[in-house]
């Protein structure tokens, strides 16, 4: 029988320890439970928040509708030849199911390891890490239409994937419930050493033949390097995107800051490192009240302790303007902020 919770607490459901509450809060475990929550038509109507790890949010005030913690499990994988495909719950947490992958020698996910957040949420942002996005392994995923209660398979090119993209935070959005996502991997490695970091790190540790298993460790080794652990300090991870610019701003900024780190890329446009931008402008490692910004990675801003939503969402302008003050550069926030 699925549970309403009312006045339920969401500060152990965000990482970023952010203290706020749902008027009404519902967990689901199986596909059904959905059917069954939306055959009553006051839970169609009221205001919803589908929540997976709480990984990519930002409680800015409570939330006066209903929250949906997905916490449908299970993972299932089939091989033909060297394809494999993996079929995941939208509750799994991400990163245990790219250490199965990884384990069992499924290639395609390693430079993905040590994303926070669920699977169910890694489509709707096209998760991305150190030269890979979730549309590199993307199959299909089955979501759960609301309005009519039925349930469709969405393929790849239904998905609108762009950077940190998707139809479901576009067209789509909040129209469907993704309850289980497939991934297609391969047995044959096609590793993506493109990032330096990766190289760097390799050829620190002398590994001239890497291993998948070798990146996924050097991918968690940098990341635990350079981010937060949010049990010990409140975080979302990056809270910016990599801002995309034009090649005349470009050449602006690289005139004045010829060191600026940048990626470029096939469609002409120019990626931006955002940490490298908020680190010029003194940001990095920065307290401001019980906020402030992470002392190794300045795109990372953190709860110190007690911090409320609009204290990081006011230091979050305050990093905006500065950076659009120096660079000409506008920042967009990759964390959602629920307002």
């Keep these: 029988m699925l549970q309403i919770q009312e006045n339920a607490s969401l500060t152990n459901f965000n990482t970023f320890g952010i203290a706020a509450n749902a008027r009404y809060f519902t967990e689901i475990t199986h596909e059904d439970d959905l059917v069954e929550l939306f055959l009553d038509e006051q839970w169609r109507h009221l205001p919803r928040l589908i929540l997976g790890g709480g990984s990519n949010m930002l409680f800015v005030t409570d939330f006066d509708g209903l929250v ?97 993209e998707s139809v479901f935070k576009s067209a789509l959005k909040g129209q469907y419930i993704i309850t289980q996502v497939k991934f297609e991997l391969s047995l044959n490695p096609n590793l993506n050493l493109g990032y330096g970091a990766i190289q760097q790190e390799l050829e620190k540790n002398n590994i001239a033949n890497p291993t998948i298993k070798d990146i996924s460790a050097v991918v968690s080794r940098i990341r635990v390097s350079k981010l937060p652990d949010p049990s010990t300090i409140g975080n979302a991870g990056s809270f910016f995107k990599n801002p995309v610019i034009g090649e005349e701003l470009f050449k602006q900024i690289h005139n004045q800051f010829p060191d600026v780190v940048n990626y470029p890329t096939t469609d002409g446009v120019i990626k931006l490192a955002a940490g490298w931008l908020i680190e010029q402008c003194g940001w990095k490692g920065k307290t401001v009240g019980n906020t402030g910004t992470w002392k190794n990675q300045a795109l990372v801003l953190v709860n110190h302790g007690g911090a409320t939503g609009s204290e990081v969402y006011t230091l979050s302008s305050q990093i905006i303007d500065s950076v659009y003050t120096k660079f000409g550069v506008i920042l967009e926030r990759e964390v959602n902020i629920i307002s």
């Design 68 to 164: 949906i913690r997905m916490n449908i499990r299970g993972i299932e994988h089939r091989i033909s030849h060297d394809h494999v495909i993996v079929e995941a719950g939208a509750g799994e947490v991400w990163n245990e199911l790219v250490t199965y992958c990884v384990n069992y020698g499924f290639a395609g996910m390693e430079n993905l390891s040590l994303i926070p957040g669920s699977v169910g949420a890694s489509p709707i942002q096209n998760i991305g890490a150190y030269g890979v996005e979730l549309k590199d392994v993307f199959h299909s995923c089955r979501a759960f239409e609301i309005a009519t209660g039925e349930f469709k398979t969405f393929l790849k090119d239904e998905c609108g994937f762009g950077y940190r």
